[in-house]
């Protein structure tokens, strides 16, 4: 893997030698991950620097570092979900480049009042996000103030724009971010409302209103809901409802069409690249959190088709919501199958250093994507099947589990059939060894 580039010397140069010496952040354990963060979040000036965590971020998502308070990052916390790294970005999706983040932050910086600013930046100051409640206060107050700046620039913001972006482009994403800044608290109240179970009139009229303003505002308010949700079913259901009225118009029409294709596209490119995604616990961890997100997507795309969203998308043969669903559903299967056999039960033991944890994490992993496959199976036997297959394997000493000791054993048995199993085992274990003495 490539080398970190090397910085130029300066007074931070110890630091820059650090990351250097790591040959290639993207090998770097998870506590060097978390130092490294916290190394670059303490400068001054972050620079080139922060460019570096740029290959990190989706590992940054799950280990949930304990990042400071600024104002940027707490400007734009509410629309997290939008945004992407500058080389991921495509224009008419309806996400945010991360390298526009910080020409917005200084344009709503520059027109608010500067005492407000100043005593904004002072509650900022020496705190951060692990503190919930005090930024769930400023992150309201500051998106109540800036949606409207943003929404009222006529003229594009100063840059740096990322690579290839006009200013005209750039303008009207500050729009759309003052949209969504000010639409805050009707998508906070419709998300409320889902997860209680209701929420369906509210969800309406947001989505009306998104559809009105036109697909970027649409676009960018799907993504927000279903990440806030977990792709809450019942969302596709009101689009569903909502596109079948007489108020909604063709174009509004074509825009959630062209939206639930778009979802199509992301459940067959998965069911095509999931198999190479399989290899490592980090992989199939993803692949869990995937299998949920589309589970539910697609339950949703049913319940849209009968709500009277009649979309060629929803009906193209064999790549209908049903029989993505049952694909997705032997996906799984397969992969937990042949994943519980090669990643586990037959992997060969060798006594290399981090061989038992990779194989706990592994089986810590498959169990999570079965979890997730439960939640689309009409039946669960296969998955029992499988789980009672391995535990038996491991009891038995079975191949490669026959040259484990009974701690590692106890261990794999302890994720398979719970911890009275496994003491149980061990407790065996030992009696059968002390009597062979």
């Known amino acids: ?202 969800a309406r009229v947001l989505l009306r209103g998104a559809l009105y303003r036109g697909p970027l505002d649409f676009l960018a308010t799907m993504r927000l809901l279903s990440a806030a949700t977990g792709s809450c079913s019942q969302i596709f259901a009101v689009l569903g409802s909502l596109a079948s009225t007489s108020e909604t118009a063709r174009e509004q029409r074509e825009t959630v069409g062209g939206f639930l294709q778009g979802q199509v596209a992301r459940v067959k490119t998965f069911l095509n690249e999931a198999a190479g995604m399989a290899g490592e616990a980090a ?27 009649t979309f060629p998308a929803l009906s193209e043969r064999g790549a209908d919501p049903a029989t993505l669903t049952q694909k997705l559903d032997d996906l799984c299967h397969s992969l937990v199958s042949e994943g519980l056999r090669t990643q586990v039960i037959e992997r060969p033991v060798t006594g290399a250093p981090g061989e038992a944890a990779e194989r706990e994490a592994n089986l810590a992993a498959l169990l999570e994507l ?10 669960g036997a296969d998955y029992d099947f499988f789980l009672r297959e391995a535990r038996s394997a491991v009891e038995k000493g079975v191949g490669e589990m026959g040259k484990l000791d009974p701690v590692a054993r106890a261990r794999l048995l302890e994720y398979l059939a719970g911890a009275d199993v496994a003491y149980v085992f061990y407790k065996a274990q030992k009696r059968g060894a002390a009597a062979r003495r």
Do not use: N
């Open 370 to 379: 079965m979890d997730s496959g439960r939640l689309i199976a009409k039946s």
């Open 283 to 309: 992989g199939l961890a993803r692949l869990a959190a995937q299998v949920r997100e589309l589970g539910t997507m697609l339950r949703g795309l049913e319940l849209c088709a009968q709500k009277g969203g």
């Open 1 to 202: 893997m490539a080398e970190a580039p090397t910085a130029q010397p300066g007074p931070d140069a110890p630091l820059e030698r650090l990351l250097t010496e790591l040959r290639g952040l993207q090998s770097a354990r998870d506590d060097q991950v978390m130092k490294i963060v916290g190394l670059i979040d303490a400068l001054p000036h972050r620079g080139a620097l922060d460019k570096l965590l740029d290959p990190l971020r989706p590992r940054l998502a799950r280990l949930h570092p304990p990042r400071p308070l600024t104002f940027p990052r707490l400007l734009f916390r509410p629309l997290d979900p939008l945004i992407v790294d500058d080389a991921a970005w495509r224009e008419g999706e309806g996400t945010l480049p991360r390298g526009l983040l910080l020409p917005l932050a200084r344009e709503v910086e520059k027109r608010l009042d500067p005492d407000q600013f100043a005593a904004l930046e002072g509650e900022i100051r020496r705190h951060s996000f692990a503190e919930t409640t005090l930024v769930e206060k400023l992150s309201t107050r500051l998106s109540a103030l800036a949606g409207p700046v943003l929404t009222a620039l006529t003229a594009p913001p100063s840059g740096p724009y990322p690579a290839g972006m006009s200013g005209e482009t750039a303008l009207a994403l500050a729009h759309l971010a003052g949209r969504l800044l000010t639409e805050r608290p009707a998508l906070e109240t419709v998300v409320r409302g889902l997860r209680a179970g209701g929420g369906d009139e509210a």
